[in-house]
């Protein structure tokens, strides 16, 4: 995604895994895993709102 000039959300990995608005907690969890072994980090580290973060992959 980064790569293309997106950044990833919660809504667009679902979208990539193909599941439903249902499984927005497991998808939550993962990127929140993902964040804990610093994987990726937030696109913007100013907004607050988690519920439109946005992500990019730690080298970016």
Do not use: C
């Amino acid at each position: 995604m980064y790569v293309s000039n997106q950044r990833m959300s919660n809504q667009t990995f679902r979208e990539r895994l193909g599941l439903g608005e249902s499984k927005a907690a497991a998808v939550s969890q993962i990127i929140g895993d993902a964040q804990d072994l610093n994987l990726i980090r937030l696109d913007d580290a100013q907004s607050t709102s988690r519920r439109y973060a946005r992500y990019v992959p730690f080298w970016a």
